[in-house]
Structures are given as structure tokens and as C-alpha cells.
């Protein structure tokens, strides 16, 4: 074969992988929006990004209630043009959408419905936390703003980025670790041989989950207290020798019984309960923390009902597995 001919073929073999992997789409150019549930033309094939224009111009629509050109232009950096022609696809789906000549805007009317997917509520209240952690933008959420809002202060718990590069890597190669660990059961801190094989955070704090060398048993250990890491050898054991990480529970959860029915409603409004009962799986490793989080660690008439607003429906099932499951 000619060099020249391999050139062009690998020139075309080098331009078929890019149009899958460039950032740009970040999916293979014939992937589809789902069909809408409402009228309008279905479009056979959409590339990744100008589904993601799509998607916010629904987000918008069905959060604030209007969108306009700049909003695209500003949140993905396309020109004016373009802007008008996503907006114009999404209005041949989507029906009840109105457009506000003085305020340039277009404006959604009160039974507009969105087409393309549910609205995430969790999506977009969990992105309010990153937002005051400095972690994300506010230009960078759902909707490109933030309303006013504020979080219960939380100390921040401090890891040290050695110490979690040296944990992440010691899971990645199955190695043991040798660190310094401040145990709160020992005056002064001690070396310990663990075994890491996952992270874990309790709600509040980050541990490394690990097999303990000196105790022979599964324990969590709290980055903060983590200190000179070293790789040693190969770990002695894994995640699949970790029986508490791989057993899971379910904690069946109900409304309290001393509460009033309309309150007990709205009890199981808010936590998604089915016929007054709430299904949560979790990890038996975790189940210490879990209960604390839902202040169940604690026998139902423990707090009034008024503040302890759930009980465990299955609490002799979960107290024997807390029997036998660490605290951490």
C-alpha cells in the first residue's frame, strides 16, 4: 500500500473516532432525544449539545416561566442565530409556550407541561449546597441562577490531599497503606496497617473503609485523623471479604403513630411514602450512620412525635444487624 493512501486512511479512521469522542458532543452523533409525550414533530437525531440546549430551555421554561436568545448565548456560548433555532425546535415540540413582544421573552402559560423529561426537583435543591461550598458556579447549575437561599452551617472536616491520594491509590492497586491514625480509644496516635477498599461519608465526615491488620476486622477510618501514609504491601483483603459493605438492609419507615392524620399526610408526603411506608436500602457498613441521620438510633419514645417525626417499622430486624455491625 501506498504511504500515501495509509496516511488517508488513517486521517479518516482518526476523524470517525473523533466525531465519538470529542468533548463538543460527548456522545455518538446519532444519539436521539426521547420522543416527546406532547404534540409535535419528532426529530429522528439530535447531537448531544443541542439536546443539552434543548433540556435547559425546558428547565427554564418550567422553572422561571420564560427564556429568551441571550440566556442560551450566555449559559453555552452560541451565537444569536443559533439560539433562535434551538428555541424554535423546541417550540415545534412543546405546545402552550407564548411569546412577550415587549419583554422579548418567551413565556410559559400556566398548564405548560415539559416534554422532554421530568422535572428534577432533587436535581436542582442539591446543586444549592456545591453552589455555597464554592464547588460549582451559579452560572454553572440547572438553570444557570440561584434563588436566595442558606444551609445550616457545617464545620468543614478537613482531608488532607496526600492522605486521600494515598488511600485512592491503594484501593486502585489493592495495596495495604501504613499510617499514623488517632484513635479516640488511645491517648496518643499509633501506627496502623489497613487495607482500604472504598470511601465512605457518615453525613458529616469522610472515612476510609479498610480492613484493620491490628484488630483483623473491617473498621472506618476518619481521614482527619490520617496522617504520614505509606504504601506497603499487597492488601490481605478486599472489598469481597468485607461482609458488612456487602450486605444491605432495608429500613422500613412510617409515619409516626401519635401523630394527627393530616399530619401523618404530610409525613409521608415528604418522605415518598407508598400506602404510609417508606422502603430505604442501605449498606449494613453504614447502618450506624444511617440511623443517627434519620434520629433513629433511638427508641421511638425517645423525642415527641412532633419532632421525631418517623419510627422504624422493622426495628428488631435492624437492631440485631446493629448488633453486629461497627459504629464506625
Not at 415545534?92 to 407564548?98: G, K
Request: charged content about 30%; proline content about 8%; glycine content about 6%.
Amino acid at each position: 500500500m501506498a504511504p500515501e493512501t495509509r496516511i488517508k486512511r488513517r486521517r479518516e479512521s482518526r476523524a470517525q473516532q473523533d466525531a465519538f469522542t470529542r468533548p463538543e458532543t460527548g456522545r455518538a452523533s446519532n444519539e436521539s432525544v426521547r420522543p416527546p409525550r406532547g404534540p409535535g414533530p419528532r426529530e429522528s437525531s439530535l447531537r448531544w449539545s443541542v439536546e443539552r440546549r434543548l433540556v435547559f430551555i425546558e428547565e427554564r421554561l418550567f422553572w422561571v416561566g420564560e427564556v429568551n436568545r441571550l440566556d442560551l448565548v450566555r449559559r453555552f456560548g452560541v451565537s444569536m442565530s443559533q439560539a433562535s433555532a434551538d428555541i424554535a425546535r423546541y417550540l415545534a415540540r412543546a405546545p402552550l409556550i407564548t411569546y412577550d413582544k415587549s419583554a422579548k421573552r418567551y413565556v410559559a402559560e400556566e398548564a405548560f407541561r415539559p416534554v422532554l423529561a421530568a422535572p428534577d426537583a432533587g436535581r436542582l435543591l442539591g446543586e444549592l449546597p456545591l453552589v455555597e461550598l464554592g464547588v460549582l458556579a451559579a452560572e454553572d447549575t440547572l438553570l444557570g441562577l440561584v434563588p436566595p437561599f442558606s444551609t445550616a452551617p457545617v464545620p468543614v472536616r478537613a482531608v488532607d490531599a496526600f492522605a486521600l491520594r494515598a488511600v485512592l491509590r491503594a484501593i486502585r492497586e489493592r495495596r495495604a497503606l501504613d499510617i499514623l491514625y488517632q484513635s479516640m480509644s488511645r491517648p496518643e496516635p499509633a501506627r496502623r496497617r489497613i487495607d482500604p477498599h472504598a470511601l465512605v461519608h457518615d453525613g458529616f465526615r469522610w472515612h476510609a473503609r479498610a480492613f484493620d491488620h491490628e484488630t483483623e476486622s473491617f473498621r472506618d477510618f476518619v481521614f482527619g485523623r490520617i496522617a504520614k501514609p505509606k504504601l506497603a504491601d499487597s492488601a490481605r483483603a478486599g472489598p469481597e471479604d468485607d461482609r458488612d459493605w456487602q450486605a444491605f438492609l432495608a429500613l422500613k419507615i412510617a409515619p409516626h403513630p401519635k401523630l394527627t392524620p393530616a399530619q401523618a399526610r404530610a409525613i409521608a408526603l415528604d418522605y415518598g411514602m407508598k400506602g404510609g411506608v417508606a422502603v430505604i436500602r442501605v449498606r449494613r457498613a453504614v447502618l450506624f450512620y444511617a440511623l443517627r441521620r434519620l434520629g433513629l438510633d433511638v427508641p421511638e419514645n425517645t423525642r415527641p412525635p412532633q419532632e421525631q417525626h418517623i419510627v422504624l417499622l422493622n426495628r428488631a430486624e435492624i437492631e440485631a444487624a446493629r448488633a453486629a455491625a461497627p459504629e464506625g
